[in-house]
């Protein structure tokens, strides 16, 4: 059982940025492809960005490329979110997932674990 924790959210003017974390636990941190995910009011639930076992492998939707980049420490079981340039758009709960397979994916439903969220507003 792999326990994600999310922090870093909050409140942001457009513009400006914020960097969520997501410290894993319970399982080996390595082994796991780790997502973003985000959720607005009334919406689905929206994959962000994914970043492969070793950080070698990147993908991010194209809401986001190029103000947003995924990272990862495996040192510190930790993955991270920098948001740039960010839009009243991007407010939503954004949650970390992980998942053990191979195969590079965007639908929430592939992922095993979960966090329970972080909430980023952006005001215009």
């Known amino acids: 059982q792999v326990l994600l924790v999310e922090s870093g959210g909050g409140w942001a003017q457009a513009g400006g940025s914020l960097r969520l974390s997501c410290a894993a636990s319970?399982?080996?941190?390595?082994?796991?492809?780790m997502g973003w995910f985000r959720q607005a009011p009334g919406k689905e639930r929206e994959f962000v960005s994914r970043i492969s076992k070793r950080g070698g492998s990147i993908y991010s939707a194209d809401s986001v490329k190029g103000r947003f980049t995924i990272s990862r420490d495996n040192a510190k079981n930790t993955v991270y979110l920098q948001m740039n340039s960010l839009k009243p758009d991007d407010t939503a709960v954004y949650y970390c997932?992980?998942?053990?397979?191979?195969?590079?994916?965007?639908?929430?439903?592939?992922?095993?674990?979960w966090g329970q969220g972080t909430q980023v507003t952006v005001s215009s």
């Open positions: 997932a992980a998942r053990s397979g191979v195969v590079i994916t965007t639908q929430p439903a592939d992922y095993t674990y």
């Open positions: 319970g399982g080996t941190f390595s082994s796991y492809d």
